[in-house]
């Protein structure tokens, strides 16, 4: 009797440790939501992510890292995300604004290239916790062609696990939809 107990026990404390990570990545709320890695030629904005407050909380991101690879990137004091607000983070943010001059809810330049091939993506917070993680790839299950065909990848809905390539599309627009609703999005 005392076995399974113990047994149970340690499934238990496995659980926790799993419902753990995911719990506090939901918890601090932002998603990365989508992806540019590589743009088609005749609409280069150079790389650049999105990230979006899905959470009923205003979610202060200054001193956030955003991490790739080789690289960090420090996001700026006073960077504040109220609920279902978007911001992109941008590779050079003179080329963003010159291929999106409408999009005004981006901070930059961090700086560095996401690469072609896939990269694993991450998101900490000022304590250094882990928010959110996405090792992004350019083969199935992934969509293929955000690699350099024109569109990004999009996050089809905020509240599925964006570490799967079957939660992501291609957008239906060219260049994406950097700072707004996915246009993949269901809702
Ligand atoms: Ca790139
Ligand atoms: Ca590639
Ligand atoms: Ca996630
Ligand atoms: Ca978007």
New binding site residues.
Partial sequence: MKKIFLILFLLGCENTITDNSSDS?ISDGI?INEINYNSSSDLDSEDWIELYNPTNQTIDLSMWEFHGDDDVFIIPENTILLPNQYVVLCENSSLFSEIFPSVNNFIGDFGFGLKGGGELLRLFDSSDLMV???EYDDITPWPIAPDGQGPTLELMDPFL???LGNSWEASNINGGTPGGMNSVSNE
């Fill in positions: 990545a998603v959110d993680e996405v696990d964006n570490a």
